[in-house]
């Protein structure tokens, strides 16, 4: 099964409703490694960041490795942008693989949307990487660099991460939101609140998901813990959906870039 509208809807408005109840909850108003011919220096300019290089880096190797994840995208190989995701879903801002920001060289994804003002519709600049089949226990992990931003009094929240566990007997969406004073982890009813997100300097970003719907974000320093309710399991047609970018649910919201580079996705 492809990912199709019909899924995207609904995963939206699971979304929706987990934001707007985080949203009653904080009405509150929150650059990388240049890029180098010396993947040397490029180690040593993550390491100055706070991640410690791999050697593997070091060697000019490639991150993913055939048959060590479910799935795996360091964008270094010479595809397009998407290639290897289920969709490309952006209406606004920009989806790009940028060699200027990364941590392992040549390339990262850079996902960006503009500011948003009051009453702004939902926009989005994400991949969407869908797989089908039995739910499982979800990890995800990558390296995250949040852009620092300009906030105004009354701005929200903007989301760096939907996952989305559907089937026949409907769908459960968990969302991390990052805001000018803290972070979110939104997993109804039960979300997980922390600081704010560091910005400008990589961060080593880690969701773990288990089948009884309690989800935990390590971001960094920074972990986040929820619970959610996930819907009866079926036999047939359910999978697990994972949107990386910015999803811009909520305005007033700033300008919003974020960088990410070696994602991995395991179904344990």
């Known amino acids: 099964m492809r990912y199709d509208e019909g899924v995207k809807r609904s995963w939206i408005l699971a979304i929706?409703?987990?934001?707007?109840?985080?949203?009653?909850?904080?009405?509150?108003?929150?650059?990388?490694?240049?890029?180098?011919?010396?993947?040397?220096?490029?180690?040593?300019?993550?390491?100055?960041?706070?991640?410690?290089?791999?050697?593997t880096a070091e060697a000019g190797?490639?991150?993913?490795?055939?048959?060590?994840?479910?799935?795996?995208?360091?964008?270094?190989?010479?595809?397009?942008?998407?290639?290897?995701?289920?969709?490309?879903?952006?209406?606004?801002?920009?989806?790009e693989l940028s060699t200027s920001t990364f941590l392992s060289a040549p390339r990262a994804l850079t996902a960006t949307l503009p500011r948003r003002p009051q009453g702004?519709?939902?926009?989005?600049?994400?991949?969407?990487?869908?797989?089908?089949?039995?739910?499982?226990?979800?990890v995800i992990e990558c390296d995250v660099l949040v852009d620092p931003t300009t906030w105004q009094s009354s701005d929200i929240n903007s989301g760096a991460f939907a996952l989305t566990l559907f089937g026949e007997n409907g769908s459960a969406t968990f969302t991390l939101s990052i805001a000018e004073t803290y972070s979110s982890l939104n997993g109804p009813p039960q979300p997980g609140t922390g600081p704010a997100v560091p910005t400008g300097t990589w961060q080593h970003w880690k969701i773990d998901l288990q089948l009884d719907g309690t989800i935990t974000a390590t971001l960094g320093t920074i972990v986040?813990?929820?619970?959610?309710?996930?819907?009866?399991?079926?036999?047939?047609?359910?999978g697990t959906i994972l949107e990386l970018g910015v999803l811009g649910y909520n305005a007033p919201a700033p300008a919003?870039?974020?960088?990410?580079?070696?994602?991995?996705?395991?179904?344990?």
């Open 61 to 95: 190797a490639r991150f993913c490795v055939p048959g060590a994840h479910t799935f795996c995208d360091d964008f270094d190989g010479p595809g397009a942008l998407g290639d290897g995701w289920s969709n490309v879903d952006k209406t606004s801002g920009t989806l």
């Open 16 to 55: 929706t409703l987990a934001v707007a109840a985080c949203s009653l909850a904080f009405d509150l108003p929150g650059t990388g490694g240049s890029p180098s011919n010396d993947a040397g220096l490029d180690a040593r300019v993550a390491t100055e960041a706070g991640i410690e290089a791999s050697t």
């Open 256 to 268: 919003f870039g974020f960088h990410f580079d070696n994602v991995t996705i395991d179904l344990l």
């Open 224 to 238: 986040l813990s929820a619970k959610g309710q996930l819907p009866a399991p079926t036999a047939g047609g359910s």
């Open 120 to 138: 702004a519709p939902a926009d989005q600049a994400t991949l969407v990487k869908q797989i089908n089949g039995p739910w499982k226990h979800t």
